[in-house]
């Protein structure tokens, strides 16, 4: 074809100066996933992950035209924002693109999906097989991509907790939809007992200042992650991640209250990587900053 022994190749993995992502999740320490967004010029990719799958999600506000290699199979069309494609670890994606192509990347490590079909399907881990897709529509896995990306975008400002549970969800999701193995995942009607509860809160209640993980909670009670969430939501109305947060605000409030510490120091104390990152939750929660609160309520 005309052009394209002029077009670069962008094999990820070894050249990642020559197309820098715009945004990437690498300094934020997320477990098991790696998030990043790359805007790229009419070219060829050559792309593989031996180590993670890959879910890539269209942010482009037209239509693009591109082309996708996967084995033996290829697919040709029109790409637009929110299609997702899914290359599986280990495997080789071409991709030709005509037009300039805006993409988020979501790399998302095939053990921990192992481990998420395990605890969740109750299946042996190797007999799970993502399988992949080159123009895929899926609201809920679009929606999870897109709260990613607005993390991502702000610098991670919600935290571990909040990317973990979004982990966990994304990598349900694939198992219900792109395996070659399908089962029910188990749900359970009940939420957790009241002994399982206050073990919970009493934990995160001593562990405010910490770097609190959803893996952390849910080996408490012996369960995976995505049960867990499942259940401490069902039992008090909102996730771990808005009940550590509450949590915080409300240990900062006593601070605020009872103390001549700084908003800093406060922040610190109560888990919160800065002033303004307290500031931004303590606003949302209560309506007022720090410092007003702090004036108002002595």
Known sequence: MPGLERSPTRIVQLNTDLYPPIYSSQAYGWKNILVEEFRYPPGQETYQNLTSHTLCVSLNRRPSRLSLTLGDRRHSGLFSQGDISIT?????????????DRILRIQ???????????DTLKLDPDRVELLPEFRARNPQIEQISMML???????????KLYVESLTNVLAVHLLRNYVAVKRNIALYDGGLSDRQLLKVADYINAHLADDITLSDLAQLLGMSPFHFSRLFKRSIQVTPHQYVLQQRVELAKQLLQQTELSI?????????????HLGKWFRQQTGVTPKMYRINFR
Do not use: K, R, W, Y
Request: proline share 2%; hydrophobic share 45%; charged share 10%.
């Open 264 to 276: 800093m120091d406060i922040a610190l104390q109560c888990g919160f990587s800065s002033h303004s």
């Open 108 to 118: 998302l490590a095939s053990q921990f999906f192992q481990q998420v079909a395990q």
């Open 149 to 159: 990306l607005a993390e991502l975008t702000t610098g991670g400002l919600a935290g």
């Open 88 to 100: 599986p670890a280990e495997a080789v994606l071409i991709c030709q693109g005509n037009d300039e």
